[in-house]
C-alpha cells in the first residue's frame, strides 16, 4: 500500500484508527483512548503520534457519535459462514466493524479512513492536509460506495446467517471528512429505486463540495444494481 503519512503504510494507520474505534466509549476525547491503548501496549506510539485524532473528536462530538454512545454496540465481530458458488462450497471468514440492535433489526456501520478526492468535502477537513496527503489523490463518495458494496453485502448476510439479524440499514462512515454514507438494505427494488432517484440531487451537491455534517447522512444515488438489497 501507499506510504502516506511519514513512514507509516496506510493499512497500518487504518489499523490504528480501527484500534481507537473499537475501544472509544464515543463520550471521551480520542486522546484520552489513544492515551491508554498506548500505555498497554496495544498501540505503538509512533504509529500514534501520525494519528490525525479531531477526525475521532469531530465523529464523538457528532450526532452520530451521540447516538453509539447510547447503544449496546457489537464491535470488531467475528463470522464464519458456509457460502455456494457454482456447486461448489467454501467458506468465508470475516470481522464486522460495528453494528447495534434497534427494533429487532441490525444498524451496521462500517469505518473507513480512505482518502477522499479533495473536490468533495473539502470544507469538512478541519485541520491542513500534510505535503503527503495533499498529493494522494484520493476516491470520490461513489467510488468509495461502490467499493465497499460487497463487503456491506457480505456482513448483512453474515448477521442474517451466524446471528439471525435482519439488517435495517448500512452506512459506510467516511473519516476523512466526517460523512456518513448511508445505504438502505431493507427495502425491495421497487421502493429502493424511488428513493436512489430522489437522493441523485443531494449526491450531485455533495459532489460540488456542498458541507453536508455526518448528521444529514448522504443517500447515495446509485443505479439500482449497484445498491444494497437483501
Known sequence: PPDLTGGITAAALGSAYHLLLEHTDFCEPAAVTRDRLIKNGLLDAQTAKRLRLY?????????LGHTLAGKELHRETPFTMLKEKDGEKYIVQGIIDCFYVR?????????????????????????????????????SCEEIALRYR???????EALKKCFGLECESGSLYLLDINRELRLFLAYPPCFASRILCAAA??????????????????????????????
Open 55 to 63: 477526525k475521532l473528536d469531530r465523529l464523538i462530538a457528532s450526532e
Open 103 to 139: 427494533n429487532g433489526k441490525a444498524v451496521l456501520l462500517d469505518f473507513k479512513s480512505d482518502r477522499v478526492r479533495l473536490t468533495e468535502g473539502a470544507e469538512e477537513r478541519d485541520a491542513p492536509l500534510t505535503e503527503n496527503e495533499q498529493g494522494a489523490g484520493g476516491s
Open 150 to 156: 460487497p463487503q456491506l453485502e457480505l456482513y448483512r
Open 201 to 230: 440531487p443531494t449526491f450531485a451537491a455533495c459532489s460540488k463540495g456542498i458541507r453536508l455534517p455526518v448528521r444529514r447522512p448522504v443517500f447515495l444515488a446509485l443505479p439500482v444494481q449497484n445498491a444494497f438489497f437483501p
